[in-house]
T-cell receptor, first 115, second 108 residues
Framework: DTAVSQTPKYLVTQMGNDKSIKCEQNLGHDTMYWYKQDSKKFLKIMFSYNNKELIINETVPNRFSPKSPDKAHLNLHINSLELGDSAVYFC??????????????FGSGTQLSVL | GIQVEQSPPDLILQEGANSTLRCNFSDSVNNLQWFHQNPWGQLINLFYIPSGTKQNGRLSATTVATERYSLLYISSSQTTDSGVYFCAGAYNFNKFYFGSGTKLNVKP
């Protein structure tokens, strides 16, 4: 199936640990994103990559480091996890503006719980 | 950044009823989309609608770009329409700003 897939779906970990979330899309898109959804359901962009180049880098602690090995993959590594990092993290993809078809497609989310 | 205001924040409907959700933007956007987050948390893209009107089954959306607002119409609502509806807008580089959502509960 064509989709944006991210793993794992659930991540429960202790404070101070390091964890990674992986994302892959097979829609042929050239732009990928990480969004954070807080407990009040508010969605905020964290990062965006276009063809492996970082184009959006919001005010996010430097404990969060995205990595894009190719345009179909975007991973998120989080160091020294804190309680406040608990949230749902969504990966998404689209075409870059001007190319048409800029619809944003989301993965199913990773619910991160830091204990 | 762009402020996105959605109304109403909460909506309860009886199955079969119609409703209109509204989204206002503080600044111009050239990419506007509507999403449905179902009770299982999945975000589904409903419309890409920077201007004009589109229809998809019982759903339709209208964006008046010059007045910086968009409307989502749900007709003959069904229980499967329940969830949270988000609008999002971007101006260049697909840096989307999301509204806080309208939580819809359709009762049988």
């Amino acid at each position: 199936d064509t989709a944006v897939s991210q793993t794992p779906k659930y991540l429960v970990t202790q404070m101070g640990n390091d964890k990674s979330i992986k994302c892959e899309q097979n829609l042929g898109h050239d732009t990928m994103y990480w969004y954070k959804q807080d407990s009040k359901k508010f969605l905020k962009i964290m990062f965006s990559y276009n063809n492996k180049e970082l184009i959006i880098n919001e005010t996010v602690p430097n404990r969060f480091s995205p990595k894009s090995p190719d345009k179909a993959h975007l991973n998120l590594h989080i160091n020294s996890l804190e309680l406040g990092d608990s949230a749902v993290y969504f990966c998404a993809s689209s075409f870059r503006p001007g190319q048409g078809g800029e619809k944003l497609f989301f993965g199913s989310g990773t619910q991160l719980s830091v204990l | 950044g762009i402020q996105v205001e959605q109304s109403p924040p909460d909506l309860i409907l009886q199955e079969g009823a119609n409703s209109t959700l509204r989204c206002n933007f503080s600044d111009s956007v050239n990419n506007l989309q509507w999403f449905h987050q179902n009770p299982w948390g999945q975000l589904i893209n409903l419309f890409y609608i920077p201007s004009g009107t589109k229809q998809n089954g019982r759903l339709s959306a209208t964006t008046v770009a010059t007045e910086r607002y968009s409307l989502l119409y749900i007709s003959s609502s069904q229980t499967t329409d329940s969830g949270v509806y988000f609008c999002a807008g971007a101006y260049n580089f697909n840096k989307f700003y999301f509204g806080s959502g309208t939580k819809l509960n359709v009762k049988p």
